[in-house]
C-alpha cells in the first residue's frame, strides 16, 4: 500500500506541476487584444496585413482583431463611440471630428500610405497622355468631401484644368458603383483606386494614363489613429502597435512584389494573383507605401492645401494639435 500511495503522490504531484507550468506559460503568452477598424480592404494597406500575417503583431505582444467598416464617416463613428480601439482612415477625418469640438480629439500616430491611391483611367488608349486632353471630355469623379476627390481636384488645377467648368464632371454616383457606371459606358475617364483600375486595363475595359498619387506629392492619405484617452491610457500597446507596423514598412520596403502578394493573398481571395503583384508593384514604384511611420510637418500642411483648395477645409490645425510623432520616432530610431 505504501509503494502504491508513493506511485499516486508522485503522479498526482507530476500532473499538479505539468497544469502549473501550464498555466503560468498560458498568461506569460497572452495577447493583449487591438480591435482596429479599417476604412476599406485595400491592396494600398498592404503593410497593415504583412504585419499580422508575418506575425510582427504577436511579436509585440498583440493580437490583432481587424474589421473593414466601409467609409469614412463609419469607421470614425465606430471608433469614437468605442466600437474599435484604433482606426485607419483618412487623416482629414480626424480635422472634420476637431472642427466639431470634441472633447476627446482624435490623434494621428502612424502613418500608412504616404500618396493618394487612385489612377486615371481613360476608356480609349491614348499616345502621350497630356492632361489638357480632359478638356471638355465626361469626367467620373469621386464623392464630395472624401480625399479621392479632393486630390483629383486639386491634380486636374494643378495642370490647369478647371474641373467644374473645363469637365462635364459626375459626382452623384455612390463609390461602389463608379466602376460599373464607367463599364457600363458612363464618361470617357474615371478615377479610380486599384485592383479595379489594372483589371479593367488586363480586360481592356480601360487604360491608366497618370496617376493622382505620383502628381499630388506626399500627403498622409492614410493613418492609424486613436482618441486621445486611449492614447494616454494604453501607452504600451501603442507603442507595441507602431513598432509591429515598423517592422512591416521596413519588410515591405526590402521585399519584392511577388513576396508581397503572395503574404497578403488571403485578404484578398476574389482578386487573381496576378493583379495582386501588378497593384503592389505599381504602389511601391511610385513610393505610396510609407517606409516608416511618420506623419511630418510638411505632409500634414499638404494635406490642409488640398482641403483648403476643395473648399473643405474647416480651419487651418497645427500639427501638434491632431499628429502625436512621439512613438514613431521612437520606434524608427
Known sequence: MKKWTRIAFTLLLTTVLTIGLTACGGEKNELEKVRVAEVTRSIFYAPQYVAIEKGFFKEEGLNIELT???GGD????????????????????????????????????????QTDGTFLVSREKVENFDWNQLKG?????????????????FVLKQHGVDPHNDLNLIQ???FANIANAFASGTGDYVQLFEPTASIFEKEGKGH???????????????????????????????????????KAQKWVEDSSPEEIAEVI??????????????????YKSQGSFATDPILDVEEWNNLQSIMDEAGELPGQVDHETLVNTSVAEKVSE
Open 265 to 282: 493573398e488571403p485578404y484578398f481571395e476574389d482578386t487573381e494573383l496576378d493583379i495582386i503583384e501588378t497593384v503592389v508593384d505599381r
Open 74 to 113: 463609419k469607421t470614425m463613428t465606430t471608433l469614437l463611440s468605442d466600437g474599435a480601439d484604433i482606426a485607419l482612415v483618412g487623416s482629414e477625418t480626424s480635422i472634420y471630428v476637431h472642427a466639431q469640438g470634441a472633447d476627446d480629439p482624435v490623434i494621428n500616430f502612424a502613418q500608412l500610405t
Open 137 to 153: 471630355s465626361t469626367f467620373l469623379g469621386q464623392r464630395k468631401g472624401g480625399m479621392p476627390q479632393m486630390v483629383g481636384e
Open 208 to 246: 491608366i494614363v497618370a496617376s493622382f498619387g505620383t502628381e499630388s506629392g506626399h500627403v498622409p492619405y492614410t493613418t492609424f489613429m486613436a482618441k486621445d484617452s486611449y492614447m494616454k491610457e494604453n501607452k504600451d500597446a501603442i507603442e507595441k502597435f507602431t513598432k509591429a507596423l515598423y
Open 172 to 174: 452623384n454616383i455612390d
Open 68 to 70: 473593414t467598416t466601409w
